[in-house]
């Protein structure tokens, strides 16, 4: 049995196609195919407020290739989201009407706080101290969503108007930083240590150039040391010389200047980093959606 799921983000557009697995009383997932498309949706919402025709057309075909993929696939359930981008859309709605016209798929456009509870559905601090303090730290193309965790229960969550492709559109604002580093002070002050779980590409691949060890941390000295070390070279020099794709060598900056942000005003000196996303957390809640019972 297969489910999928549908991430409509404002740097990517990601289809996960993950195998469900019955083991006695328990229901787990392996991946079994993920598809990326780099539509940069966002550089129309953040910069019009609507996005243009020549990317409502291209997202059309990505979402027809996506149910075709999804019929040879015979996924017996899928949910679709849309996450900042397509918030800020004038034009989202009506265009999730077309994608529901022209491709067959249902797609619901979520908040940011609706999007961090998805997130955090992947179950990640299983496989880590419970009784700890977490900052889950989701940076996105349009938004951040940082949610906190303590002994397992959740202690605050918000999402921010601060993303990759809204600060290399300059739309970010210093109001919206300031908001969110006071939120961060706030929320983490009881706690004498948090520990932060990164999720979204760019973390990803930090990580990976890091060389740590699967399941170790990633220091907010090693964080610094990497964004230093990208810095150096030119946009042209991260693609050619690092071997970065296209649509990831410019937005992993402004990604490290978050994550730092962050792990500053909440005091984190460790991010733990599970390979996960929206789309994970998405697949899980259909388990739980069809195995509740």
């Not at 981008?85 to 994608?99: L, P, Q, S, V």
Request: hydrophobic fraction near 40%.
């Amino acid at each position: 049995m297969r489910y999928a799921a549908i991430d409509i983000g404002s740097n990517a557009v990601r289809l996960l196609i993950a195998d469900i697995i019955e083991n006695n009383a328990s229901v787990s997932f392996k991946k079994n195919t993920l598809v990326r498309v780099p539509l940069r949706l966002g550089d129309d919402a953040f910069l019009d407020h609507r996005l243009s025709e020549r990317k409502i057309t291209d997202l059309l075909k990505t979402m027809q290739a996506f149910r075709n993929l999804m019929d040879v696939y015979k996924v017996v359930d899928y949910q679709a989201y849309a996450t900042s981008a397509m918030r800020e859309a004038k034009n989202g709605e009506e265009i999730a009407a077309r994608i529901k016209a022209e491709a067959n798929i249902e797609l619901e456009i979520v908040n940011g706080q609706k999007e961090a509870s998805i997130i955090y559905s992947s179950h990640v601090e299983e496989n880590i101290d419970k009784s700890k303090n977490y900052l889950y730290i989701d940076v996105g193309g349009g938004s951040t969503e940082l949610s906190l965790f303590s002994a397992g229960e959740l202690w605050a969550s918000k999402s921010f108007n601060i993303g990759t492709i809204r600060m290399l559109d300059n739309q970010d604002t210093e109001e919206t930083w300031k908001d969110m580093t006071e939120f961060l002070r706030e929320n983490t002050k009881p706690f004498k240590l948090v520990s932060g779980i990164g999720t979204g590409g760019n973390i990803n691949k930090l990580y990976r150039m890091s060389d740590e060890k699967e399941g170790s941390p990633l220091s907010f000295g090693k964080l610094k040391s990497l964004y230093q070390y990208l810095n150096s070279f030119s946009l042209k020099d991260r693609i050619n010389v690092l071997g970065l794709n296209q649509d990831r060598a410019d937005v992993i900056i402004p990604a490290c200047e978050i994550y730092m942000t962050v792990m500053k005003a909440a005091n984190i000196k460790n991010i733990y980093v599970p390979t996960v996303g929206l789309v994970d957390g998405i697949i899980q809640t259909l388990i739980e959606k069809h195995y509740s019972k």
